[in-house]
């Protein structure tokens, strides 16, 4: 699997997204060479996000919600995309076709109890996964986190998605256990993600 290219510190300048990431937007560049923007997810992306999950597979869906999950409801839309920023950071992958801004990728973390720490998942659209999209929002995620004091994220990861397992992998991400239920459970310092 080709990586995409090193995530360096933003300039100085734009080191207040990082500790506000409301206002977090860089453009970015996919495997393939395609230009993307990754931006922060906004209270006004309920459409944008309901669209996107519907351009998922049942299988991305599946691996996503570790389950089957027909539809976001209203309340789904309004906890995905009404972010405090603090303890539930969200950023979207778009792509602008035609004048219209469309999320080719979801990720995001969400703080646990445990202040240093985060749970980070992934929805990549089925015909953008393997070009780089989860390993970009990974380490813009991990930017974002190590700036506000997240040292670790963790990751639960069903055994059968081999290319999530994959961007973790080549991520730093190292095996903290295996559940019964063929859940993979994965860790990974913010810090050593910034240095790859």
């Known amino acids: 699997m080709a990586r995409a290219p090193a995530l360096r510190e933003p300039p100085l300048g734009d080191r207040d997204m990082l500790s506000d990431a409301r206002k977090y937007c860089v453009d970015a560049t996919m495997l393939d060479g395609a230009a993307i923007r990754i931006r922060a ?5 309920q459409e944008r996000l309901h669209e996107h999950f519907r351009g998922l597979s049942e299988q991305s869906i599946y691996f996503r919600f570790m389950g089957l999950k027909r539809d976001l409801s209203p309340d789904d839309l309004k906890r995905l995309t009404e972010l405090d920023f603090k ?3 969200g950023l979207a992958a778009t792509l602008t076709e035609n004048g219209r801004e469309r999320f080719i990728g ?9 202040p240093h720490r985060a749970e980070v998942a992934f929805a990549i659209l089925d015909e953008f996964q393997g070009r780089g999209i989860g390993t970009l929002l990974l380490e813009h ?5 190590n700036a506000n004091g997240i040292a ?10 081999r290319q ?3 961007v973790f992998a080549h991520s730093g991400f190292k095996i903290r256990g295996l559940l019964d239920s063929g859940v993979v459970h994965l860790h990974s310092s913010t810090s050593e993600m910034l240095k790859k």
Do not use: C, K, Q
């Open 41 to 45: 997810i906004r209270p006004d992306d």
């Open 87 to 89: 303890n539930h950071v």
């Open 106 to 114: 979801v990720g995001r973390y969400i703080r646990g109890a445990d």
């Open 141 to 145: 995620l991990s930017l974002i986190a």
């Open 152 to 161: 670790e994220f963790e990751a639960d990861v069903l055994g059968d998605n």
């Open 164 to 166: 999530m397992l994959e």
